[in-house]
C-alpha cells in the first residue's frame, strides 16, 4: 500500500491544473494570472485588514507569494531561461526585495507594507501580457 502525505497530494494536483492550463493558455499568460492572483489575495488581505480572519488570509497569501517568486528566482538562475541576462538580474533583485518585504510583513504586519508586493506582482503579469 502506498501512503501519500497530503502536500504531495496537493502538489499533485497543482501540477496536474497547471499542465492542463499550460495547454490552453501560453505560459506568460499561465505566470500573468497567477501573479494577478497573488496580488489579488494581498489585495484582499490590505483592504479588509480588520477582518477576523486577517491573520489567516494573510499567512496564506504571503506564503502564496514566496511560492511564486521562489518558482521566478529558480526560473532566471536558470542559464537556459531566454531572457537576456540583464532582464534576469532585474527580475532576481526585485525578487530579493519582495523576499524581504514578505518576512518583514509576516514579522511586523502592516496594510500600507503589501502596496509594493501588490505593485511588483501587478506590472510584471502587465508586462507578460504584453509580451504573449
Known amino acids: 500500500m502506498v501512503h501519500m502525505n497530503t502536500h504531495s497530494a496537493h502538489q499533485n494536483g497543482i501540477n496536474a491544473y497547471l499542465s492542463v492550463e499550460k495547454t490552453t493558455l501560453s ?21 479588509n485588514w ?17 511560492r511564486i517568486w521562489s518558482l521566478i528566482q529558480g526560473e532566471m ?3 537556459n531561461n531566454p531572457l ?7 527580475i532576481l533583485s526585485m525578487s530579493i526585495l519582495i523576499d524581504k518585504r514578505i ?9 500600507e507594507k503589501l502596496n509594493i508586493i501588490i505593485n511588483i506582482n501587478l506590472n510584471l503579469a ?4 504584453g509580451s504573449a
Open 27 to 47: 505560459g506568460r499568460e499561465t505566470e500573468a494570472r497567477v501573479l494577478t492572483k497573488a496580488a489579488t489575495q494581498l489585495k484582499y488581505c490590505r483592504d
Open 50 to 66: 480588520n477582518a477576523n480572519d486577517r491573520s489567516q488570509k494573510l499567512h496564506e497569501a504571503l506564503t502564496y507569494n514566496q
Open 77 to 79: 538562475l536558470d542559464e
Open 84 to 90: 537576456p541576462k540583464q532582464v534576469r538580474e532585474n
Open 103 to 111: 518576512f518583514n510583513v509576516m514579522a511586523y504586519p502592516a496594510p
Open 126 to 129: 502587465a508586462g507578460l501580457r
